[in-house]
């Protein structure tokens, strides 16, 4: 196999032979069985049509690349749509029915990843994100906002006096250390009236994550040893992360890149929160009038399998209506903000973004909540077309406990 070795670690094909070598028993282990599985299931055909952004044509691909019958130039741009929410996977039969018989599953993530990687690698970049991932790695954050640096994505914080150093330290994503500043307050509240001790991160840079998932892996992998090394001159051993890409990188990219080395406990807020209002640590107590439904973001309801633990702290909020929606029938919503599909198609995110608005619309709920800052800006943007508030579930909840946090004033 024609493979180079690169700094996200280990080796990776440079040619499409190679990558058709790695990835060909992906491709034929798929079952061409798109109309009943995941052809419904992936959100960019459900407003597309379009066949060529589905499971089947990415592993067809490949059998074409094994072929010699494409390059990766013929084929690159379609696998630009995926927002690799991962529905396809749970859906296809190799995971469904004959996974555990055959130790197969199915890993269209990776096998898009891995295209897209090959694509920057041989300088066949999509533009909006070559762009992006330059301004990323020049101001250390993703461009969500103007004026970037990693003074400005620490600003939410100056109202708190958070050591730089400690053994559990905070990390907040781009977006919500940039744009929705109220959830990092929301969370440094929680952790001081559950008297649990919290450090900010000295230097935070992006997780990488985002770079990584459109094919910069050199990037992503910098970022990485950044952070780690950030982590640990600060004396941390428990990183505690908001955002679910974020949890996605630390507890699936970073072991692959350091290996053994890598022995932080990577916790998600989320879960912490569940586990204190479980263990009677934390109380909410402010009735919340609302009629919410909950959109399970798509890492953790179909790449994790968190669904449980955001339902438990709805129902546990006073006041609260809570109209469930069915976590195996949300395998095919999605926000569209993942992937970097709201970087280099912003037209299909927001029509994803107003499908599943619509779908709440149709509960009779008032409120959206949501558990991913990712979700909520393209949320939020159809919810405000629609007047339907979204809000995360951690500002929900300290709101309930008596946060001072600013959250939509219907709400107050």
């Given at each position: 196999?024609?493979?180079?070795?690169?700094?996200?670690?280990?080796?990776?094909?440079?040619?499409?032979?190679?990558?058709?070598?790695?990835?060909?028993?992906?491709?034929?282990?798929?079952?061409?069985?798109?109309?009943?599985?995941?052809?419904?299931?992936?959100?960019?055909?459900?407003?597309?049509?379009?066949?060529?952004?589905?499971?089947?044509?990415?592993?067809?691909?490949?059998?074409?690349?094994?072929?010699?019958?494409?390059?990766?130039?013929?084929?690159?741009?379609?696998?630009?749509?995926?927002?690799?929410?991962?529905?396809?996977?749970?859906?296809?039969?190799?995971?469904?029915?004959?996974?555990?018989?055959?130790?197969?599953?199915?890993?269209?993530?990776?096998?898009?990843?891995?295209?897209?990687?090959?694509?920057?690698?041989?300088?066949?970049?999509?533009?909006?994100?070559?762009?992006?991932?330059?301004?990323?790695?020049?101001?250390?954050?993703?461009?969500?906002?103007?004026?970037?640096?990693?003074?400005?994505?620490?600003?939410?914080?100056?109202?708190?006096?958070?050591?730089?150093?400690?053994?559990?330290v905070l990390f907040v994503d781009c977006e919500a250390a940039l744009y929705r500043t109220s959830l990092p307050q929301s969370v440094v509240w929680l952790f001081d009236h559950v008297g649990e001790p919290l450090a900010l991160q000295p230097q935070p840079w992006c997780c990488g994550g985002p770079a990584a998932e459109m094919g910069y892996a050199d990037q992503a992998r910098r970022f990485a040893e950044h952070n780690v090394d950030d982590w640990r001159e600060a004396g941390a051993r428990r990183i505690v992360v908001l955002d679910p890409h974020d949890y996605i990188s630390?507890?699936?990219?970073?072991?692959?890149?350091?290996?053994?080395?890598?022995?932080?406990?990577?916790?998600?807020?989320?879960?912490?929160?569940?586990?204190?209002?479980?263990?009677?640590?934390?109380?909410?107590?402010?009735?919340?009038?609302?009629?919410?439904?909950?959109?399970?973001?798509?890492?953790?309801?179909?790449?994790?399998g968190i669904w449980e633990a955001p339902r438990e702290i709805l129902r546990a909020i006073p006041g609260l209506d809570f109209v469930d929606e069915d976590r195996v029938t949300q395998w095919s919503y999605c926000s569209g903000g993942g992937g970097g599909l709201a970087i280099a198609r912003p037209e299909l995110t927001s029509q994803l973004s107003e499908r599943r608005v619509e779908r709440a619309r149709a509960l009779d709920v008032d409120t959206l909540v949501t558990a991913c800052p990712w979700a909520e800006r393209p949320l939020g943007e159809a919810g405000r077309r629609h007047e339907m508030p979204v809000i995360d579930l951690l500002e929900l909840v300290a709101l309930s406990c008596g946060a001072p946090v600013s959250v939509p004033g219907w709400l107050r």
């Open positions: 196999m024609d493979v180079v070795e690169r700094a996200d670690g280990g080796d990776r094909p440079t040619t499409a032979l190679g990558l058709a070598e790695e990835w060909r028993n992906a491709a034929y282990n798929c079952y061409s069985s798109g109309h009943k599985f995941c052809r419904e299931v992936c959100p960019v055909y459900q407003v597309t049509r379009d066949e060529t952004y589905l499971p089947t044509a990415f592993h067809a691909n490949v059998v074409a690349m094994e072929q010699g019958l494409v390059d990766i130039e013929d084929v690159a741009q379609d696998y630009v749509s995926c927002t690799m929410c991962g529905g396809c996977e749970l859906r296809c039969p190799n995971t469904l029915f004959v996974g555990d018989f055959y130790r197969f599953r199915t890993r269209t993530v990776d096998v898009v990843r891995a295209v897209r990687t090959l694509a920057v690698d041989r300088g066949v970049e999509e533009p909006t994100w070559a762009a992006w991932n330059a301004a990323t790695d020049r101001n250390r954050h993703e461009p969500v906002v103007q004026d970037v640096s990693v003074e400005v994505s620490q600003a939410w914080a100056a109202q708190y006096d958070l050591p730089r150093s400690g053994s559990t630390f507890t699936e990219d970073y072991p692959r890149y350091f290996g053994h080395s890598f022995d932080f406990e990577i916790v998600l807020a989320l879960d912490l929160v569940a586990q204190w209002i479980r263990e009677g640590r934390l109380t909410p107590q402010r009735p919340i009038e609302a009629r919410v439904t909950y959109h399970d973001p798509c890492r953790l309801n179909k790449r994790k």
